[in-house]
């Protein structure tokens, strides 16, 4: 990253109320190894600078928003695909405890090297599918916060992340544009697994502008036994929604 990708992170996190300083040389660090990383492994479809700084990193910080991620917090990410936001939340929020997931294999190899070579030793990486997670006794009603960003649908979401936290757990979701139809959906679909959306927070990406909105689910009560539904269930027939489109974020 050279002085004009600093400078960048710098005004697009002052943006958000936050100071990069001691941090930089890891940002930097982060930079190099997910270029490295993409010229191997074609990890992600940001390659420039200024795309990987405003729309990995400073997008990432953007789930800060708010205050739901302070304190000494069990923190799941759900498809943290090259590690995000899971990263550059690690560097700035050192005293959050993260358990990375993805079902890709690569990608978690991915961040389980670059969160040695960071030095962060609260990063767990785990290859996975929420739909086995949230089943698991390992992690079910386990978290105090799921993050994601950019993995699917509200309704889709609500049921993939809500049997995974404890109850009095949020969900932090960073997306972009929701619908009303959407959002409709989310919120009868958090109902359904012991949630309801407390905070619906639209707000533009710093520097570019684009349209992103902070959803924040909180688990009321436990999940029925019968969610998630078994593997690839949830997106195939998302919860009292049928998508006008497949739809990432
Ligand atoms: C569009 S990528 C986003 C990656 C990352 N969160 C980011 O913002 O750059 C979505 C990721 O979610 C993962 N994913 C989707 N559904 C999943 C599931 N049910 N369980 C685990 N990972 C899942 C995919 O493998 C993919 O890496």
Redesign the pocket.
């Known amino acids: 990253m050279n002085s004009d990708g600093v400078e960048l992170l710098r005004h697009g996190a002052g943006l958000l109320g936050l100071e990069i300083g001691e941090q930089l040389p890891q940002f930097a660090r982060l930079f190099a190894l997910l270029q490295e990383g993409n010229a191997r492994l074609n990890l ?1 479809a940001l390659k420039t600078q200024e795309d990987i700084v405003l729309k ?1 990193f400073v997008d990432s910080l953007t789930c800060l928003r708010g205050g739901y991620l302070e304190g000494p917090l069990t923190v799941l990410d ?5 590690g ?2 899971t990263f550059p939340l690690a560097l700035v929020k050192p005293e959050l405890h993260f358990t990375s ?4 294999r690569k ?1 978690v190899d991915f961040v389980r090297d670059t969160a040695v070579q960071l030095g962060l030793e609260q990063v767990t990486p785990l290859v ?4 086995t997670l949230g089943r698991s006794a390992d992690h079910r009603e386990h978290y105090d916060r799921v993050v994601v ?4 649908s509200l309704p889709v979401l609500a049921e ?1 992340t809500l049997p995974l936290l404890r109850e009095g757990g949020l969900l932090v979701a960073q997306k972009g544009a929701i619908s009303a139809d959407e959002l409709n959906a989310g919120r009868r679909a958090a109902g359904e697994v012991g949630g309801k959306v407390q905070v619906v927070d639209p707000f533009e990406l710093p520097v570019l502008g684009d349209a992103r909105t902070l959803i924040v689910i909180e688990k009321l009560g436990r999940t029925p036994s019968k969610y998630p539904r078994r593997e690839g269930v949830p997106t195939a027939q998302p919860l009292f929604w049928t998508p006008p489109q497949k739809q ?1 974020r």
């Open positions: 992600t990995h759900l498809g943290t695909g090259a995000f936001p997931v993805d079902s890709i990608k996975g599918r929420a739909e960003r950019a993995v699917a993939l990432a």
